[in-house]
């Protein structure tokens, strides 16, 4: 007969797994769900064919996924498993929806080329968001580095390669030239995704506001939300013409860091090399004189 031996550390191991999940943990979450949530009703409004609603999916899916994590530092529910679940999110999202909503929307008159051109972008969303999860963590990156994306952020590629349907809602005719224009577009902002290309995030730009420029804000985000839901199309483009011209100017600002940094270098490399200052006999001190006769030490035996 087997006698059962007490085994504390899965009992341990069981009350951890039975412990009960703060709250504030759970509220970043649920945000990221439902921006899936989103991001999925943007697929089935293009697949039947309602391009406005596919499109405002996209840019509610786009809302949530800027304020989920700002939600969780500020109620401290950060966590690994919230982190994992918004990348997958955000592949969906800002990867294979955008990319189905431009292949049902015009990249299928290529037929294999369009959906070609859509799988692409898709890919680079997924190989975009691997390559953040991987560099977040590393210990090399200069202080100033946490201010720029490397590549253009999946939620901006997703607002910037629907152009084409932004344009077309605004009532540009479509022509022959439309799907061949869209799908070097599509793998065009692809590639961006993907590159090296230093875009600037604002995300140190501050996380108080002062008190006077606290009534202006609210009238600014009111006056955009309301632009946004009058002039969705007007909005979207000239958003997505200003965001792809400010690109050079986050490189430049961006050169200009690393520029400062190899100059600091030198600057203490030369001070390392550089010898130290000569001493000429007058910096000596001055020499004692010996003791006299009776003064010095003497060995008792």
């Known amino acids: 007969m087997i006698v059962p031996t007490f085994d ?4 341990e191991t069981r009350r951890a797994r039975l412990r009960a999940i703060p709250i504030r943990t759970l ?15 943007g697929i089935r409004m293009a697949v039947e064919g309602r391009l406005e609603y596919a499109l405002a999916a996209i840019v509610f899916a786009a809302a949530l996924d800027g304020i ?7 109620m401290k529910g950060t966590s690994r498993f919230g982190a994992e679940l918004d990348s997958l999110a955000d592949f969906v999202n800002f990867g294979v929806a955008p990319g189905l909503i431009l292949y049902f929307w015009g990249l299928h008159d290529l037929k294999s080329a369009g959906w070609i051109a859509a799988m692409v972008f898709a890919i680079c969303g997924g190989l975009r968001l691997a390559r953040f999860n991987v560099a977040i963590d590393d210990p090399n990156k200069p202080a100033w580095a946490g201010t720029f994306f490397t590549g253009v952020p999946a939620p901006a590629g997703a607002i910037t390669v629907l152009l084409p349907i932004y344009l077309s809602l605004l009532g540009l005719p479509t022509t022959a030239a439309t799907a061949p224009f ?10 961006l995704m993907v590159s090296r290309l230093p875009v600037y995030s604002g995300k140190k730009l501050g996380t108080r506001v002062a008190p006077e420029m606290v009534l ?12 946004l839901i009058s002039y969705p199309w007007e909005v979207l483009t000239v958003g997505t013409l200003v965001y792809l011209g400010s690109l050079p100017f986050g490189l430049a600002l961006y050169r200009r860091h690393v ?22 006999g007058h910096d000596l001190p001055p020499r004692e004189p010996p003791p006299a006769e009776d003064e010095r030490p003497t060995h008792l035996n």
């Open 8 to 11: 504390p550390d899965r009992r």
């Open 27 to 41: 509220v970043p979450n649920l945000i990221t769900l439902l921006a899936l949530c989103a991001g999925l009703t």
């Open 68 to 74: 989920d994590g700002r939600v969780a530092r500020m």
């Open 182 to 191: 869209t799908l070097v577009y599509t793998l065009a902002i692809g590639f």
């Open 216 to 227: 202006p804000i609210f009238v600014v985000v009111v006056l955009f939300v309301a632009l």
């Open 259 to 280: 520029r400062q940094d190899a100059e600091r270098a030198a600057q203490a490399e030369r001070a390392e090399r550089a010898p130290p200052p000569a001493s000429s």
